[in-house]
């Protein structure tokens, strides 16, 4: 079974430019992409200060467009995962009137980065958006149009990057690396990953539950509500024998939140380093407690997760696998040996009660200008 290999860089910006030409009439000024991502490990850990280690994928968001002089944003998007090319067109924000969420919903993440753009006033613009980054399958494609906006709006005037790991990931990726974030301090370093012996196989599931967008803001307030508890600002203060003595202070389902953020910010550590020696096997391990921390712990994995996990768990040649993301649904995570990503596949899809994709890419590069 062959995973699907992402178009290049190249050949989504043609079909971007030839969409913007029939549509606009005139050749695109500007052209920016910017990655989806994976997390190798550290989840539910970025809104805790805590640790993450993402990478970023092959899968990209391309934008290509033009100021324009009336005041206006319109866009098109012919990507790939909408069904038919979809159109929109709105007015710049004003003091008076800021800009609505609506239909399409893709286009939100694009009117939050302009209303909230730092640099003012804004030129309108025309703009086609093209991508190849799965909708809705926890490889952070709203992160990435997010991004390729940012990076769009800052070739159109000056201004200053921030975020956190979804958003710092799809910035400051950089080919054959992993990127170790350090939430609190937003301080990175890069942890080499480009191995030609080494591959990551990501599956989708390819179900969301409705529970993800739901419970995510749970958990983040049962988190803070511990770290409260124990007097400490975030969890990324707390020691696991401090939360440990600390245990009646808290609920049984605070407590277990907060291990795994906890055990989680910890592991992150030990895996950037264990990724930095080579020992894939540690790193292996530390992504299998990771995912039982998650599923057992903070109750964010999901039957379908958990079979893809265990299915390439049983494979020869697999180092570790985890559910990556937010959860409820979306990708796992497996790093194993290139030789045996082809096995790999064929008996995850086997023992998957559902129907699952499957995407191999190497870390690749953060936001890009692209020229034109
Ligand atoms: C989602 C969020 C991220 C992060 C992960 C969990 O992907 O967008 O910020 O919290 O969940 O690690």
Redesign the pocket.
């Known amino acids: 079974m062959a995973a699907w290999r992402p178009p290049q860089v190249e050949e989504l910006l043609a079909e971007a430019r030839r969409a913007f030409l029939e549509e606009f009439g005139a050749e695109p000024e500007l052209a920016v992409s910017a990655p989806g991502r994976v997390?190798l490990i550290?989840?539910?850990?970025?809104?805790n200060q805590g640790l993450?280690l993402p990478m970023a994928l092959e899968l990209v968001t391309i934008l290509v467009g033009s100021p324009r002089t009336d005041g206006l944003v319109s866009l098109l998007t012919t990507s790939k995962n909408a069904d038919e090319p979809q159109r929109l067109q709105f007015p710049l924000p004003t003091a008076q009137r800021s800009l609505e969420p609506g239909i399409p919903q893709w286009a939100n993440y694009v009117k939050g980065v302009i209303q909230h753009y730092p640099a003012a006033p804004l030129p309108g613009f025309s703009a086609v958006v093209v991508s190849s980054v799965p909708l809705g399958g926890?490889l952070?494609s709203s992160?990435s149009l997010e991004v390729a906006t940012y990076t769009f709006l800052q070739q159109l005037c000056p201004g200053v990057p921030c975020g956190?790991?979804?958003q710092l990931i799809a910035l400051l990726g950089q080919k054959g690396h992993a990127l170790l974030i350090d939430c609190r301090s937003l301080e990175t370093s890069l942890v080499p990953l480009s191995d030609p012996k080494l591959a990551v196989l990501i599956t989708n599931s390819n179900v969301r539950h409705s529970l993800a967008s739901s419970e995510?803001p749970i958990r983040r307030r049962q988190c803070e509500e511990v770290a409260q508890a124990l007097g400490k600002e975030s969890l990324r203060e707390v020691r696991l024998e401090e939360l440990e003595a600390g245990r009646e202070l808290m609920s049984k389902e605070g407590f277990r939140r907060a291990r795994h953020v906890v055990g989680e910010i910890r592991r992150t550590a030990q895996g950037a380093a264990a990724l930095s020696r080579g020992d894939y096997r540690a790193f292996g391990r530390l992504m299998v407690e990771s995912h039982y921390s998650l599923r057992d712990d903070y109750e964010v994995s999901c039957p379908e997760l958990d079979q893809l996990v265990e299915a390439a768990l049983s494979v020869p040649g697999v180092y570790g696998s985890r559910m990556t993301?937010?959860?409820f649904g979306g990708c796992t995570v497996t790093l194993l040996e290139a030789s045996a990503a082809s096995l790999a596949m064929h008996h995850i899809q086997e023992q998957y009660s559902g129907t699952a994709s499957f995407y191999l890419s190497q870390a690749a590069d953060g936001a890009q200008v692209l020229s034109l």
Request: proline residues 0%; aromatic residues 12%; without cysteine.
């Open positions: 997390n550290g989840e539910h850990t970025d809104y993450v926890g952070s992160a956190i790991m979804d995510y993301g937010g959860g």
